[in-house]
């Protein structure tokens, strides 16, 4: 059984900059793209970013390209998100997800994830 559980959010100021981990149980990250996504308060959850499966590539939302990066440990057991520059509309609370059969184009579809973790709130005030 794959467990995700994310951890690293919290209150900061525009600006500020914050890192998210998620940590996974059960298995490690080796052949799973894994990826960010976030649901602000009343919206529905959106694509962050991502690292493919094999070559380590890595994807970004428009809207995070640049402040963010995604990357993951050595062991693979720990996937990141570096998040920098922080604004009000950053606010929502970000899931990481897995999956080992995902293709790229489908990266940004949340339906294609199998496995979630239960998420962290991230708020960035004014």
């Known amino acids: 059984q794959v467990q995700l559980v994310e951890s690293g959010g919290g209150l900061v100021q525009t600006g500020a900059s914050l890192r998210l981990s998620c940590t996974v149980s059960?298995?490690?990250?080796?052949?799973?793209?894994v990826a960010w996504f976030r649901q602000p308060p009343g919206k529905e959850r959106e694509f962050v970013a991502a690292?493919?499966?094999?070559?380590?590539?890595?994807y970004y939302s428009d809207s995070v390209k640049g402040r963010f990066t995604i990357s993951t440990d050595r062991p693979k057991t720990t996937v990141f998100l570096e998040m920098s520059s922080l604004k009000s509309e950053d606010t929502a609370v970000y899931y990481c997800?897995?999956?080992?059969?995902?293709?790229?184009?489908?990266?940004?579809?949340?339906?294609?994830?199998?496995?979630w973790g239960q998420g962290t709130q991230v708020t960035v005030s004014a």
């Open positions: 690292i493919a499966r094999t070559g380590g590539y890595t």
């Open positions: 059960g298995r490690t990250f080796r052949n799973h793209a």
């Open positions: 997800a897995a999956d080992q059969h995902i293709i790229t184009s489908s990266l940004r579809l949340p339906a294609q994830y199998d496995y």
